[in-house]
Nanobody, 125 residues
């Protein structure tokens, strides 16, 4: 069982930045595919950014060039969000899935096994 705890959300004005963090409780963090998802009220959950075991990354078109996902030390996943816009307002979730020889990493698909409780990001115009 893996527990994921997000932090770093808050309220900013358009054009501002936030840095989200996700702490993963596992000794095998390097064996997990990791991703960030978001869900706005009345909308479906969408994949925002993901990182594979080899460090390769995937981004939703809407955040390319503005968001950066990375693996930090101490089992931490981060999402640096720059040039935030009101449409980025959502609850942001961290997700994890063990890498599989047959399945690989789900990247921006929601086929993750473990999810955090989420952290709210609100961007005002």
């Amino acid at each position: 069982q893996v527990q994921l705890v997000e932090s770093g959300g808050g309220s900013v004005q358009a054009g501002g930045s936030l840095r989200l963090s996700c702490a993963a409780s596992t000794y095998h963090y390097g064996d997990y595919c990791m991703g960030w998802f978001r869900q706005a009220p009345g909308s479906q959950r969408e994949g925002v950014a993901a990182i594979d075991l080899d460090g390769s990354t995937s981004y939703a078109d809407s955040v390319k060039g503005r968001f950066t996902v990375s693996r930090g030390n101490a089992n931490t996943l981060t999402l640096q969000m720059n040039s935030l816009q009101p449409e980025d307002t959502a609850m942001y979730y961290c997700a994890a899935r063990p890498w599989g020889l047959l399945t690989g990493c789900p990247r921006l698909r929601s086929e993750y096994n473990y999810w955090g409780q989420g952290t709210q990001v609100t961007v005002s115009s």
